[in-house]
């Protein structure tokens, strides 16, 4: 299955041990971004990112990761047809 990966800087270390695992178990995974950790990184590009690739590739599926999961999920639905649900762990 092909996965697209893209997180906040909360997120940047969890979304690099994901991106891991899902390719070990024969997923196809794009890592959306950001590529390195920056405190200061603009989350909702790397999520609007990933919602444009998963609309662009019928499919597949997406996976934003942050400190809460909403505004990275309101971010990606900024995409028209992407459908972002937050999946939070509280």
């Given at each position: 299955?092909?996965?697209?990966?893209?997180?906040?800087?909360?997120?940047?270390?969890?979304?690099?041990?994901?991106?891991?695992?899902?390719?070990?178990?024969?997923?196809?995974?794009?890592?959306?971004?950001?590529?390195?950790?920056?405190?200061?990184?603009?989350?909702?590009a790397?999520?609007?990112?990933?919602?444009?690739?998963?609309?662009?590739?019928?499919?597949?599926?997406?996976?934003?990761?942050?400190?809460?999961g909403n505004?990275?999920?309101?971010?990606?639905?900024?995409?028209?047809?992407?459908?972002?649900?937050?999946?939070?762990?509280?």
């Amino acid at each position: 299955m092909k996965i697209f990966v893209a997180s906040d800087h909360a997120g940047f270390d969890l979304k690099a041990q994901l991106c891991a695992h899902l390719s070990a178990h024969g997923h196809d995974v794009t890592d959306v971004g950001p590529a390195s950790y920056d405190p200061e990184d603009d989350y909702p590009a790397f999520c609007i990112a990933c919602g444009e690739q998963v609309v662009a590739h019928p499919g597949s599926l997406g996976v934003v990761i942050g400190g809460s999961g909403n505004g990275e999920q309101i971010a990606a639905n900024l995409v028209d047809g992407c459908g972002a649900r937050s999946r939070g762990t509280s």
